[in-house]
């Protein structure tokens, strides 16, 4: 689990934090990498590094699963892999955002609150278009069955091996 330092303290203040005789901090059979030397000011844009680059903070690892700050991971995360990978032979399944079908309309949503610069957004819409990622459509297949909050639900897209 990768935090900042202000989450770290946090769960050190709340939670039993152990140590290794490496130095590595546990919490359960979660093990805590701290990141360092943020690039950011802003936690929110933080939080985004080590979900982008995971490859690069873990590169022995074969999966990875990202986790919202409003989400609570309740069963084994070996069953979430088994259920929406492995037993379809699918290489990496993503949650539904709660507002956006689709990256061009979180591009969309990030130009008119003028998050990012809209020419930079504009030329990754263009790069993701040119290199075959299509809009989202009502056609494509979804699972839903993980209930987030009363009133949400967890639809996670399927991209079968070798796609």
Do not use: C
């Not at 022995?60 to 069963?75: F, N």
């Amino acid at each position: 689990m990768v935090v900042d330092k202000v989450s770290l303290e946090f769960m050190r203040e709340n939670t039993t934090v152990k140590e290794d005789n490496a130095g590595g901090k546990w919490v359960g059979i979660w093990r805590l990498v701290l990141l360092k030397n943020q690039p950011y000011d802003e936690p929110r844009r933080n939080g985004k590094v080590p979900k982008i680059i995971t490859h690069r903070l873990f590169p022995q690892a074969h999966y990875s699963i990202w986790i919202d700050g409003k989400m609570e991971l309740v069963v084994d995360p070996l069953l979430i892999l088994e259920r929406y990978l492995w037993r379809g032979k699918n290489t990496f399944a993503i949650a539904q955002h709660k507002h956006h079908r689709n990256i061009y309309e979180e591009a969309d949503a990030n130009k008119r609150r003028k998050r990012y610069a809209r020419p930079l957004i504009d030329l990754h819409m263009k790069i993701y278009y040119y290199e075959g990622m299509k809009p989202w459509s009502s056609s494509k297949k979804t699972i839903s069955g993980l209930g987030v909050g009363s009133d949400h639900k967890l639809d996670i897209y399927l991209a079968p091996s070798g796609s």
